[in-house]
């Protein structure tokens, strides 16, 4: 029973192109995020997400779009992809805006090649 | 950048000691959480401590958090092989978003 699942697992794809990483939480969170952490494992916020509000951190390229067809749902586009964009994308989710004692819940990941 | 630093970037250790990380922030924060990433997988999180706490316990974990130095400590005691990840602190700010700002991880091995 994963909390939080992202597919595909593993991405491997030609510059230019558009892709979509998919997340699903089944916890009844509120808040959903997407974290992008990079060959030297930093980890960087990309956007939160609840059913009100989206909150985009400034350095993330408008190349990238999340889309939450439902609040159990967040999906990471990206279009016309570019090498540096290599990297593993992490889903999240928290119960609210509030972090709560439990933190935030994280997917697996989806490594991303870009050829 | 509100990317926090940690320090060690590595630590070694023998099975049943005990491990020392600690981290250091630049802003004011909400809370500071602790996570465990096993290699290829994702976050778990480990411990939140809040802004007006100072220490707090969680079986074999103790963090402490000093807002006047704006720095916290992870003590992981007795430890096992299975412990062996890297460690990251998170900063969550104070605009109420719940975005957590990562620190660079200290990467964890226990020997058997």
Not at chain 2, 15 to 28: F, I, L, P, V
Not at chain 2, 85 to 94: I, Q, V
Request: glycine share 6%; proline share 3%; hydrophobic share 30%.
């Amino acid at each position: 029973d994963t909390a939080v699942s992202q597919t595909p697992k593993y991405l491997v794809t030609q510059m230019g192109n558009d892709k979509s990483i998919k997340c699903e939480q089944n916890l009844g969170h509120d808040t959903m995020y997407w974290y992008k952490q990079d060959s030297k494992k930093f980890l960087k916020i990309m956007f939160s997400y609840n059913n009100k509000e989206l909150i985009i951190n400034e350095t993330v390229p408008n190349r990238f779009s999340p889309k939450s067809p439902d609040k159990a749902h967040l999906n990471l586009h990206i279009n016309s992809l570019e090498l540096g964009d290599s990297a593993v994308y992490f889903c999240a989710s928290s119960r609210d805006l509030e972090a709560g004692d439990r933190g935030q819940f994280f997917g697996p990941g989806t490594r991303l090649t870009v050829l | 950048s509100q990317q926090g630093e940690e320090d060690p970037q590595a630590l070694s250790i023998q099975e049943g000691e005990n491990a020392t990380m600690n981290c250091s922030y630049k802003t004011s924060i909400n809370n500071l959480q602790w996570y465990r990433q096993n290699s290829g997988r994702g976050l778990v999180h480990l411990i939140l401590i809040r802004s007006n706490e100072r220490e707090k316990h969680s079986g074999r974990l103790r963090v402490t958090l000093d807002t006047s130095k704006k720095s916290s400590s992870l003590l992981i005691t007795a430890s096992r092989a299975a412990d062996t990840a890297s460690y990251f602190c998170a900063t969550s700010d104070l605009t109420g978003a719940n975005n957590l700002f990562f620190g660079t991880g200290t990467r964890l091995t226990v020997i058997p």
